[in-house]
C-alpha cells in the first residue's frame, strides 16, 4: 500500500513537471505527456492528469479547435504550412498546435510519423507545436486518443488545428471533435459530387476551394460548390449557406482571409454534446450495446449534464461495476 502511494506521488511529481513544461510550450513536456495519453493504459492517468490541469488554474476553454479535413492530395498539409506562416507573421501573442492524423503512419509502425506532411516549421519557434498521430484506418480515421490529445493541447495554445484525410465519414468524426471544421477541396467537381454522394456536405462548418491558383477555374469552382450548397440548403444546419474560401498555397491566395475567419472565433459547438459523444463511442467500443444502454440508462436518471468527461467515465465504471 505505501508502495503504491509513493509511486502515485512520483507520478503526480512527473505530472506537474510535464504541465508546467507545456505551459511554457516546451516541446519535450507536450510531447511527453501526449505519449502518455495515447497508451492504452490512460484511463487512470488520465483521470489523474486532467483533474491536476485544472487544480493549476489551466482551463480546457483556452484553446480554440479547428480540423482540416478533405480528399488525399486536396493541399491539407501545404494549406496549414501556409497558414502557420501567415499565423507566426501577424499573432505574435499567441500560440498554434497542429496535429495531423498520418494515414501513412501504419506502414512506418508508429516511429517517425509526419515524414509525408509538408509542414516546415521554424525549429526554435515554440509558439508552434506540430505533432503526428498514427491512424486507426488505412485512410486516415480519428484515433480514438486524439480527442484527449487536443483536450490536452487546448490547455496550452490558444489554436489547435487538426488535420485527418476525409473519406466521408471522418468529416463527421473531425466536426464533433473541434469547434469548427473546414472541408478542403479540389476544385472543379470531383470531390463535390464525391461527397455530396456519401452525404455529408451538411456536416462542415465551412469549405475551402484550393489549388485556386488561376482566377477563370478558382471562380468556376467557386459557383459550382455555391449551387450544390443552394441545392442542399434544406438539410443544412439553420438552412444557412456556410462559408466558401477560395485559397492557393502555390500563389499565396486567400491564406489570411481564412486566418482572419479563424480568429474571428466562429461560434463553438456544444462541448457537452461533444463529451458525450466521444464517452459513448469508448463505451461502445469497450462494452458494446449492453454498456451503451447502462450508458445511457445512467444520463437519463442523473442530472449529468454539466459533468467533466473523467467525471462521467468514473460514474460509467462505478456502475458497470469496474
Ligand atoms: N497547384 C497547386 N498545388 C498545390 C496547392 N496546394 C497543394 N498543392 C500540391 O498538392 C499536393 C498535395 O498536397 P498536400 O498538402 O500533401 O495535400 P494533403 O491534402 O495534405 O494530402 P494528404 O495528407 O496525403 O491527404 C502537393 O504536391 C502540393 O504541392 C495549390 O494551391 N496549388
Ligand atoms: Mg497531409
Known sequence: MLAESSLDSEENKLFQELIIGSKELEKFSLAKAISLLEREDSPAKRARLFPMLAAMGLSESKGYTIGITGTPGAGKSSL??????????VDSNQSLAIVAIDPSSNVSGGSILGDRTRVILP???NRVYFRSQASQLELGGVNPYTYHVIRYLRHFFDYV???????????????????????????LGGDQVQFMKSGIMEVPDAFIINKCDEEGLANSSYHLLLSTLEFLKDVLPNQKLPPVFKTSVVKKLGIAEVWNFVASKPQRKDSQKEIIYQLEKWVRNEYGRYGVRIFKSMLAEENNTNLSYENLEMMFLHKIGN
Do not use: A
Not at 496549414?80 to 507573421?89: D, T
Not at 466521408?168 to 468524426?173: D, K, Y
Open 123 to 125: 525549429r526554435r519557434e
Open 161 to 187: 488545428l487538426v488535420e485527418t484525410v476525409g473519406i466521408g465519414q471522418n468529416e463527421i468524426e473531425v466536426s464533433l471533435l473541434t469547434d469548427y471544421s473546414f472541408l478542403v477541396m479540389q476544385p
Open 80 to 89: 496549414i504550412g501556409e497558414i502557420c506562416k501567415h499565423f507566426l507573421s
